[in-house]
């Protein structure tokens, strides 16, 4: 919200500065001032060539020149009136003064044309000068005369000149004296006297025209005076106008300077109180969230315990009930045996099935717990889907035959291909669909259906188990993969149930990354689906040979090789009772190499300090060893499939116990094992793990005192490594302590020793001995137990 709200304010702010940045920037009067300035100028320089056109019609006298100089006044004229447009809406007076310019001009062109016609007249009074020097020249000698010699000048007179210098030449000659001199002289005189004033009076006209042109010339020099100070008026005006429109842009300019700071400054104090205001309103959700957190983290924390205690609590209740339930379970078998009447074969099968149920439980409970807590790995190995999905039908066979419902499978003869997945995982999906189906289904029949389908371009196996049944209301479809739910009260009376099957398939179906969905009817059955993504191979899958004969004990030789002696002790105890022949060594070099064809089996373990399990596989298959090789591992498995590849048979991970080692040589099934061996009450440490590897409580205690023997012998060698500043001792010999601290879950202790384990290269003796040190008081506090321990069972417990 608030990087909104600073954004729209910064978008306006940016809008209105904009607007008054362009009125800033604006030269609309600048432009118009320097139109009517051009205009004016292209005026002067008009005026300039009609003044040089209004000399030249005055000095040639010639109308067609005048008729120019009028045009181009004309020209002027209509010039002037396309520049009044631009003075006529800001400033009038100047609208005014164009109108006496234009005055101005015809005037002028007015007064042009009269000075020419003066000037004209004048040219005749010289003309009239002339004729009256050839009247004083005819009197000093009187003959004949022609108007031509009378004015020389006579074919440029205008015509009424001309026609008074003929009148005047005629009387002239009428009166002239023959040569006998007949005429009379006072005649003549008085001829002579009348030309001469006419001719006088005709010079009297010209100077009377002459001061008319003189007039005409000041009035033409008047006109010009007045339109010059008319066009620098203009000029004076347009240069005030543009210099009071730069004034006025100037004030314009500022004043949109000044509002854009202004409009700035505003956003920038806006734009800060926005931001301490919604720093405030963030800093406060800040520390809501805050506290909302540690709250979450502290009820995070108690849940967490909450579910550790859950899963410690279904641990140690479903280790509890398991030796009483393989007691009730193998005194069950011995009772069968013994011949019982039908009535206590029912009785006895009540028990059996009792016993089942609750093992399916504690199972279950197990695998729910470990899905809770993510501890639940995936082993994907090649097998073959349609035969997995045969041999779980397999398993409700007597189901079938007790209740009548048939059993339909319908599998694709795709997935007769192999395919990699968890065929474990996938078995114990079908088990609680398939078993479900036949819970609930009193008569018709249960069908099977695996096809493969395409899903986002890969390929995917899609399993229905479709029942003919009671159905599950449309309402109580979700609440079902909860745990310990079921589909209602009505079912619940009818069939029995704990409800975590259908939960457990749901989590177990979501960590194979498929999907698990149901389609039901009330009283028409339910259709449970299954899609998991699956990968095909071309491995071949051998068929199991259950035909085989197992190896005799007798006949079996095994070599064991760990660094850590105590399990080399454990798991000598194990061959031990199992009349196992063993060859245990801590390092393999020890070990000739050549020996290795007398040995049936060979387990190593894959980190120690000189060599590593691989190498070990190596070595031994470079002698053309083809029998089994199993390894042994502290770390997690995550995917067994590295192992196998690599060439190990099998892989065990510690702790494992003795039952995981004898099906890992393959020769015990369906043994169970009692273990009345009794465990601690001390927190420090637990022999749980380590009863189930022996038989007696004088196994147990030798074992133990070895432990203490090695572990005392051990920080002895890690404390002389300090003073030698050897860690890597240090590191192998905390590496080979860990398995059996493991196994005895001394939890204090096991920190310590994966702290030494690790250290890094630039640790100090100072830190080591510290740690040293405190594994020293844990183990202590440890030897201080199992004496105490081992001195309340002073006998052997069988």
């Excluded at 520049?83 to 800001?90: A, G, I, Q, T, Y």
């Excluded at 209740?317 to 078998?333: A, E, F, Q």
């Excluded at 066979?397 to 319908?410: I, N």
């Excluded at 404390?719 to 005895?744: E, V, W």
Aim: aromatic share 8%; with cysteine.
């Amino acid at each position: 919200m608030s990087y909104v709200t600073l954004g729209l304010l910064a978008s306006l702010a940016a809008f209105f500065i904009y607007n008054e940045f362009k009125s800033y920037a604006s030269s609309k009067n600048q432009d118009d001032s320097n139109e009517k300035l051009l205009k004016t100028n292209i005026l002067l320089t008009q005026l300039y060539d009609a003044e040089n056109l209004s000399k030249l019609a005055l000095q040639t006298k010639k109308p067609e020149d005048l008729r120019s100089y009028a045009q181009k006044v004309d020209s002027i004229t209509a010039f002037i009136d396309s520049l009044k447009p631009l003075v006529r809406s800001d400033y009038s007076p100047l609208s005014s003064e164009l109108d006496s310019v234009q005055e101005l001009l015809s005037q002028k062109v007015f007064n042009n044309a009269e000075l020419r016609k003066l000037k004209v007249r004048n040219e005749n009074n010289t003309s009239l000068d002339s004729v009256l020097k050839a009247f004083h020249d005819m009197e000093v000698g009187m003959g004949r005369i022609t108007p031509e010699t009378f004015a020389p000048n006579f074919d440029k007179l205008s015509p009424a000149a001309k026609e008074s210098i003929r009148k005047s030449v005629a009387i002239l000659n009428k009166n002239i004296p023959n040569s006998d001199g007949g005429a009379d002289a006072n005649n003549i005189d008085s001829i002579l006297e009348v030309s001469k004033s006419i001719i006088n009076k005709a010079i009297t006209e010209t100077a009377t025209a002459e001061r008319t042109v003189l007039q005409k010339e000041l009035e033409i020099y008047r006109t010009d005076l007045e339109l010059s100070q008319k066009m620098r008026g203009i000029l004076s005006d347009f240069e005030r106008e543009m210099a009071q429109n730069t004034y006025l842009d100037a004030l314009q300019q500022e004043e949109a300077l000044k509002k854009s700071t202004r409009l700035a400054g505003g956003a920038v104090i806006l734009g800060l109180i926005i931001v301490v205001v919604f720093t405030f309103m963030i800093s406060k959700d800040y520390w809501k969230v805050q506290e909302y957190r540690e709250r979450l983290e502290r009820a995070k924390k108690y849940s967490e315990s909450l579910l550790k205690s859950r899963e410690q609590l279904i641990s140690t209740v479903s280790h509890d009930l398991r030796t009483p339930l393989n007691t009730i379970s193998g005194y069950s078998d011995l009772i069968g045996q013994s011949g019982l009447n039908s009535e206590q074969s029912n009785y006895l099968k009540k028990i059996q099935s009792s016993s089942d149920y609750v093992e399916k439980l504690v199972n279950d409970l197990l695998d729910f717990s470990k899905l809770e807590a993510g501890k639940i790995q995936l082993d994907k190995v090649p097998f073959l889907l349609s035969q997995l999905i045969e041999d779980t039908a397999t398993d409700f066979e007597e189901m079938q035959s007790k209740k009548g419902v048939s059993l339909q499978l319908k599998v694709s003869e795709d997935l007769k291909t192999p395919i990699i997945n968890d065929p474990f995982r996938i078995r114990q999906i079908l088990s609680n669909l398939i078993g479900n189906a036949f819970k609930f289904t009193d008569e018709g029949s249960v069908k099977v259906t695996a096809t493969v389908v395409e899903k986002s371009k890969s390929k995917w196996a899609k399993i229905e188990v479709e029942d003919t049944g009671i159905g599950i209301p449309a309402e109580k479809q979700e609440a079902i993969f909860q745990e310990f739910i079921q589909a209602g009260e009505s079912t619940e009376k009818k069939q029995i149930g704990y409800g975590l099957g259908l939960t457990i398939s749901k989590k177990l179906t979501e960590l194979l990354d498929g999907t698990l969905s149901l389609s039901s009817e009330v009283n028409k059955g339910s259709t449970f689906t299954v899609e998991i993504p699956v990968e095909f191979t071309n491995i071949e899958i051998k068929e199991d040979n259950f035909e085989t004969p197992i190896v005799k004990p007798d006949d079996l030789s095994i070599l064991v090789i760990d660094d850590d002696e105590n399990m080399l002790s454990l798991i000598s105890e194990v061959c031990k009772l199992h009349q196992v022949k063993t060859a245990t060594f801590t390092n393999f070099d020890d070990f000739h190499i050549s020996e290795i064809h007398q040995f049936d089996v060979v387990i190593t373990d894959i980190q120690m300090p000189s060599i590593d399990g691989f190498s070990v596989l190596e070595k031994v298959n470079n002698t053309g060893y083809s029998k089994p090789i199993i390894a042994m591992t502290g770390q997690q498995i995550g995917n067994k499939s590295e192992y196998l590849d690599a060439g190990f048979t099998e892989v065990l991970q510690k702790p494992f116990s003795a039952t995981d080692l004898l099906k890992a040589l393959s020769f015990v099934n369906n043994m169970s094992f009692k273990n009345e061996i009794p465990d601690t009450a001390s927190s420090l440490f637990t022999i749980r793990n380590i009863s189930a590897f022996l038989d007696s409580f004088e196994s147990v205690k030798e074992v133990l005192q070895v432990f203490l023997d090695n572990s005392l012998k051990n920080m002895e060698l890690m404390f002389s490594a300090i003073g030698n500043q050897d860690y890597t001792d240090i590191k192998a010999i905390s590496h080979k302590m860990l398995p059996m601290f493991r196994q005895l879950e001394v939890h204090d202790a096991i920190q310590l020793l994966e702290v030494l384990e690790h250290l890094p290269d630039d640790a100090t003796g100072e830190k080591v001995f510290e740690i040293l040190s405190e594994l020293q008081t844990v183990l202590n506090n440890l030897d201080v137990e199992i004496q105490a321990y081992l001195a309340k069972h002073p006998i052997d417990i069988d």
